[in-house]
T-cell receptor, first 113, second 115 residues
Framework: GDSVTQMEGPVTLSEEAFLTINCTYT??????LFWYVQYPGEGLQLLLK?????DKGSNKGFEATYRKETTSFHLEKGSVQVSDSAVYFC????????????FGAGTTVTVRA | SAVISQKPSRDICQRGTSLTIQCQVD?????MFWYRQQPGQSLTLIAT?????????ESGFVIDKFPISRPNLTFSTLTVSNMSPEDSSIYLC????????????FGPGTRLLVL
């Protein structure tokens, strides 16, 4: 079945450091890929998405490129801030699963000043 | 996107009781879903709330434990019945907008603690 594997955390960084969170997927066909972010004590917010191969999603300085050849959708940010401290979830949606979201385990990121 | 609200935002309940969680959206949506997020875990889909018909439950979830209503295109409820401490979780509703298929937007969640 469809599944998402993302880098285990927790990840601790200093402010202005470069952040990468790895995400790979397994799916039949061509899924859409998403990154969601959950700030402390809040619900999930859609951070970015990509719906086809080579698409790049971007938002709030974060980027992720849909790589079909490596079945990956790694999240990157060039210079993190304390306010980026959150849990990040990679997810996919595919027709093979009636477009239901399948989530990765989540990666906790803490940015220190 | 849509503005999604949930009530209550949090609650502490005694085992054996039931709690109904409400999800309200400020515009008509095509799909509504209910998820559970157990402490420190990822999200698990409980069911799809279907307007005008019975909800579609995922494996491991049953209607008797998690009855769901969706009387119209902007509102749904999830009841957690006969609660036990294992039901302590965050419960989130999400919606899918017309014209934005495959993209779900989430409510703020309901934090439930069962004693």
């Amino acid at each position: 079945g469809d599944s998402v594997t993302q880098m285990e955390g927790p990840v601790t960084l200093s402010e202005e450091a470069f952040l990468t969170i790895n995400c790979t997927y397994t799916a039949t066909g061509y899924p859409s890929l998403f990154w969601y972010v959950q700030y402390p004590g809040e619900g999930l917010q859609l951070l970015l998405k990509a719906t086809k191969a080579d698409d790049k999603g971007s938002n709030k300085g974060f980027e992720a490129t849909y790589r079909k050849e490596t079945t990956s959708f790694h999240l990157e940010k060039g210079s993190v801030q304390v306010s980026d401290s959150a849990v990040y979830f990679c997810a996919l949606s595919a027709s093979s699963n009636d477009y239901k979201l399948s989530f990765g385990a989540g990666t906790t990121v803490t940015v220190r000043a | 996107s849509a503005v999604i609200s949930q009530k209550p935002s949090r609650d502490i309940c005694q085992r054996g009781t039931s709690l109904t969680i409400q999800c309200q959206v400020d515009s008509q949506v095509t799909m509504m879903f209910w998820y559970r997020q157990q402490p420190g875990q990822s999200l698990t889909l409980i069911a799809t709330a279907n307007q005008g018909s019975e909800a579609t439950y995922e494996s491991g979830f049953v209607i008797d434990k998690f009855p769901i209503s969706r009387p119209n295109l902007t509102f749904s409820t999830l009841t957690v019945s006969n609660m036990s401490p294992e039901d302590s979780s965050i419960y989130l509703c999400s919606v899918e907008m017309a014209g934005l298929q495959e993209t779900q937007y989430f409510g703020p969640g309901t934090r439930l603690l069962v004693l």
